[in-house]
């Protein structure tokens, strides 16, 4: 299969207040057909989640939100953060194969394998989200107290824009490096789950 069902990810980020330091996560599947290898490509091209920063649709998708809620304690030659609570907000979009009548083994052996690396690829971007909403809410908590409030929501700002731009790179460099790593990791599924079949761990497809 095309090095185009690599999946990649869409992330949004906003600043505002949120109830509690947690992940919020919800799943979307959309349905796609096809009875080889060359179909479900074509269907998931077509009905894939579109991705803003591609422009292009994906086998896979997460959408993400960071939210943060910051209290402030001010005394008269000084402003500190009191306390800080980071939320992200995750929508994992995947894929949900109607398999048709008499498909081929090898087919839903190859969808097995590739449905789960999607899915494995989409939490791996939550997890990396979640990180490092717990490292914002970190620094946000470890800030030296400022002269005023002003200085201190502007060193709130510049905390927060800082690890969101870590957040970004470190999305992007994993997508790099999965995308190298493609094939050959989809080989090695492939094989390893065809073993555990083999041995009887796993039913057949």
């Known amino acids: 299969m095309k090095r ?48 803003k920063s591609t422009g292009l649709r994906h086998p896979g998708a997460t959408q993400m939100a960071f ?5 402030y304690a001010e005394t008269a030659n000084s402003c500190r953060i009191s306390n800080a609570v980071v939320t992200v907000k995750v929508k994992v979009i995947l894929p949900k194969w109607r398999q048709p009548r008499g498909t081929d083994a ?3 052996l190859f969808w097995d394998t590739l449905s789960a690396d999607i899915k494995r690829h989409e939490e791996r971007h939550v997890e990396i989200a979640k990180n490092h909403a717990r490292e914002l809410e970190d ?13 201190a929501k502007a060193k709130a700002a510049e905390i927060t824009a800082a690890a969101l731009a870590r957040h970004d790179q470190d999305q992007v460099r994993f ?8 094939e050959s990791r989809i080989l090695r599924l492939l094989r390893y789950r065809m073993e555990r079949i083999e041995a009887g761990q796993l039913p057949p497809p």
């Open 175 to 182: 997508d790099r490096v999965e995308g190298i790593n493609f």
């Open 67 to 71: 939210t943060t809620r910051i209290e």
């Open 106 to 108: 090898d087919v839903r």
């Open 139 to 151: 620094a946000l908590k470890a800030t030296y107290p400022q002269k005023d409030c002003q200085m």
């Open 4 to 51: 185009s069902l690599l999946c990649a990810f869409a992330f949004a980020l906003a600043v505002f207040p949120a109830d509690a330091a947690n992940l919020v996560k919800t799943y979307r599947y959309f349905p796609i057909g096809g009875r080889t290898l060359e179909d479900i490509e074509a269907q998931l091209s077509k009905h894939g989640p579109e991705v």
